[in-house]
């Protein structure tokens, strides 16, 4: 598998390519965020980011040795009726000791560099409209609502709506 090579450094914070002896870390960090342990979902997302892409973008952050951020991203080569490669942050987690001292941020500088290397010009993230953790991070890293808007519907009770 391509492994994207070009690994950020700083004072802190060593960003480098997720590996799937990761996932007990992202799972942990996880469950800090979201209380629940999600081992299944992650080792499934995990699978597919590590195995199918043809390309390795997601991300993890150490700090003092130790796992503290990830990022977990996929590839899009027009899918969903977007023609130029794009690329999408399934999760993205960060340790809740370390929070607000840029590791997130680093994260997403790393991704941005090695995206931009090759020609992925786009990134895309759903996001809870009112998850005040998320939504001011991603803005103060430049994210804006989209023009393309998500749709859903509730499948459950197979009502005919027309
Ligand atoms: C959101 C998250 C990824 C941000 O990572 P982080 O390392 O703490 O963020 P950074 O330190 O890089 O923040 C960069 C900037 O984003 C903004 N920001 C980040 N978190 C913020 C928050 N909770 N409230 C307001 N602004 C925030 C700030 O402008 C910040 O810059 P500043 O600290 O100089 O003001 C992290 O807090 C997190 O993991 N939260 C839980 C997320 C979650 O629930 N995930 C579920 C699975 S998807």
Known sequence: MDQLVDDLQTETTTVRTMLGSDLDAVVHIDSEASG?????YFELMLQRALQFAGLQVSLVAI???????YLIA???YGEYGIT??????????VAAHVRRQRVGHSLLQ??????????????????????F????????????????????????DNVRTR
């Open 74 to 76: 996929s590839l899009y």
């Open 84 to 93: 130029e490669p794009s690329a999408s942050i399934d999760a993205i987690g």
């Open 110 to 131: 790393q991704l941005r560099s090695n995206l931009a290397a090759i020609g992925v010009t786009t990134i895309r993230t759903e996001v809870d409209w009112d998850d």
């Open 63 to 69: 700090v003092d040795g130790a796992l503290a951020g």
């Open 133 to 156: 953790d998320l939504l001011p991070f991603f803005s103060s890293e430049g994210f804006a609502p989209s023009k393309r808007i998500c749709l859903e519907l509730e499948c459950r």
């Open 36 to 40: 629940r342990r999600r081992p299944r």
